[in-house]
């Protein structure tokens, strides 16, 4: 029957081998989970394989880029040491390095990690800063150093024979090549954000970044100086340069009163220094030789009335520009462009061409035995500055012996004396400066040179964007200057307002003798004749500010003073005017607020017998108070 117990239980019996059983039904699950721990052991042996292969390539990295970092001062010491196959076979270490590491980061492996969210820009930051080394090593330094193996440095000297200038103009195309590339370079790691990598990767970046800033500014340098050098040499025809020399111990803004002043005619490398003259014999300017409104309210219309002016301004185009028009005015010949030195530089072309000595019988009898009978690098501004006034009382006399030394001193240049790379390193000093400067009339070529400190302007691509002045106008009538000791020192000082502000601080001390007003020639002194004392110097400081800023307070020695403000080319102008006896010393400082650059501020102040670094003195930081 089928409600009988027998019969129950065959049913179950029956139902139970028609289905699964528990075991049955556990054994794909714990296979499942067989698998699974086998991938996850997978995934995690992959994994830390895949950390200490990435591992490997950061170690790679980090050492080939390093190996190439050492490298780069080893390549600027072959350089300079001009050794050109020292110079190809460390770019060739180099270049192998820079390769390694750049292949490194193109790793399959590498390229993955890029991808990974949160940590991937760290990986694409280093790929980039290893092709970026490649970059440059490949595309900047080895055309260079195949350029600088290509010139005879000692060959381009001025000589009386000329200068083959055709390897400088050969080379302008790779230099232009090489600056194109490098510039690339870091444009593409300025796009890089940063604000999110790891330290480790983002103090390297920003190394290198900076590293990369200095190296476009010098490389783009190279290849405007490669594209214009030539043409301004000679190269294509005969230039005439105006060459003013200036007095340093009679102050002007972008150095002293052009006293000396001579044709200085370049062709195809052959220099020669034709006609000499002096600021007093080009004579007044009637009608004035227009200057624009704003430096002429600043420095009265004596800018283009006396060539003794020119540069009261401190912005040496307008300097140049007016005197060329001058010189033509007086003379009827057209010049080409300006050339400005002081006796400062004359010395550093004197270190670079050696001793010269003074053979000019005009010259010797007019020292009569007092002044040196040849010129070096150490004698020659005492002698130019200080000297020849004591020593020769006619100031017309003066002149020609200033003019006569010029015409000894390049006389040994253009003859090929000296040492190429030593001229070059000393007008690049001068140049550093303000003592060298340039102005060509051809608008292509100033174009270039204004973006360059050498040009002396105070707006544009070559002034800083947070960049202050100094700049000095004697008003004693004399040569004075030479005695005249200063420094000048910015402090950053707190504001509440956002904006910056800082105060210029110029210190100038009189060091004249006691009695100066009659131990010194009165040609020195001035001798009371435009109404200061004899021994006493009076000049006219005259301070810039960045663009856009205001100049808001004077004071002298502590105290408040009043001042004129101006502006010229949006930038602020104050101008506070001092008197020193002999010994005597003042401090004058003027206050600029309502600054928005928000870079580093720097100075540049007029060139004097000083040396620059004893004059500019390092930023100070003032206290700021609680909540400030």
């Known amino acids: 029957m089928s409600g009988t117990p027998e019969s129950s239980d065959a049913g179950l019996a029956g139902l139970a081998s028609h289905g699964p059983d528990r075991a049955t039904l556990r054994r794909p699950r714990r296979r499942r989970l067989v698998i699974a721990s086998l991938w996850l052991a997978v995934i995690a042996v992959l994994s830390i394989a895949a950390a200490a292969w990435l591992g490997s390539r950061a170690t790679i990295i980090k050492n080939e880029l390093e190996a190439s970092a050492q490298l780069f001062p080893v390549l600027r010491d072959n350089v300079a040491a001009d050794k050109p196959q020292e110079a190809k076979a460390t770019s060739e270490k180099l270049l192998s390095h820079t390769a390694a590491a750049r292949d490194a980061a193109g790793d399959p492996l590498w390229t993955l990690a890029r991808s990974i969210p949160w940590i991937g820009a760290n990986f694409s930051a280093v790929a980039e800063v290893a092709r970026s080394a490649d970059d440059v090593a490949t595309l ?79 490389l783009d340098a190279s290849a405007n100086a490669a594209q214009i050098v030539p043409g301004m040499l000679g190269a294509d025809g005969e230039r005439n340069y105006l060459l003013m020399i200036q007095n340093n111990s009679e102050a002007r803004a972008s150095g002293g009163i052009p006293g000396a002043l001579a044709i200085l005619t370049l062709d195809k490398g052959k220099l020669t220094l034709g006609t000499q003259s002096s600021g007093s014999a080009v004579g007044v300017m009637s009608p004035v030789i227009p200057v624009d409104a704003e430096q002429q309210q600043i420095y009265s219309t004596r800018l283009g009335q006396y060539i003794q002016d020119v540069n009261l301004t401190p912005d040496f185009p307008t300097a140049a520009a007016t005197a060329q028009a001058m010189w033509e005015r007086k003379t009827g010949q057209h010049v080409d462009g300006v050339l400005s030195l002081d006796p400062v530089a004359l010395g550093y072309i004197l270190d670079a061409t050696g001793p010269v000595k003074i053979t000019s019988p005009e010259l010797l009898a007019l020292a009569k035995d007092k002044l040196p009978t040849a010129l070096n690098g150490k004698n020659v501004v005492p002698t130019l500055l200080s000297d020849v006034y004591a020593k020769i009382a006619s100031p017309t006399d003066q002149d020609a012996y200033f003019a006569g030394v010029a015409k000894e001193i390049f006389g040994a240049l253009s003859s090929g004396k000296g040492d190429a790379k030593g001229l070059i390193k000393g007008m690049t000093r001068g140049a550093a400066e303000g003592r060298v400067l340039v102005w060509s009339g051809g608008a292509a070529e100033q174009t270039i040179i204004a973006n360059y400190p050498l040009s002396g302007s105070i707006a544009g691509k070559s002034v800083a964007p947070a960049q202050f002045g100094v700049y000095f106008n004697d008003g004693t009538g004399a040569k004075m200057d030479y005695y005249v000791k200063r420094s000048v ?118 060139p004097s017998v000083q040396a620059v670094k004893d004059v500019i003195l390092g930023t100070e930081n003032s206290a700021c108070g609680a909540g400030t």
Not at 176 to 204: C, F, K, M, Y
């Open 489 to 606: 020192q910015l402090v950053k000082e707190c504001t509440a307002d956002g904006y910056g502000q800082v105060k210029v601080r110029i210190t100038s001390t009189n060091t004249a003798p006691a009695d100066a007003a009659t131990s010194l020639p009165a040609y020195v002194t001035g001798g009371g004749i435009f109404g200061v004392p004899a021994g006493t110097v009076q000049t006219n400081v005259i301070a810039y500010g960045p663009a856009q800023a205001n100049v808001e307070t004077a004071a002298v020695d502590g105290k408040k003073t009043d001042f004129a403000a101006h502006r010229h080319a949006d930038r602020p102008v104050g101008t506070v005017t001092v008197t020193l006896t002999p010994g005597q010393s003042s401090t004058v400082e003027l206050t600029f607020g309502k600054i928005v650059q928000h870079t580093e501020p720097n100075v540049v102040v007029t």
């Open 140 to 218: 900047g330094v080895t055309p260079l150093v195949k350029v600088f193996d290509s010139l005879d440095w000692n060959s381009l000297m001025p000589s009386p024979a000329g200068t083959n200038l055709e390897p400088l103009r050969a080379a302008s195309p790779s230099v232009s090549s090489a600056a194109h590339a490098v510039r690339a370079t870091a444009e593409r790691l300025d796009g890089i954000d940063a604000s999110n990598l790891w330290p480790q990767v983002a103090e390297p970046l920003t190394r290198a970044r900076e590293q990369l800033k200095t190296v476009t500014g010098a």
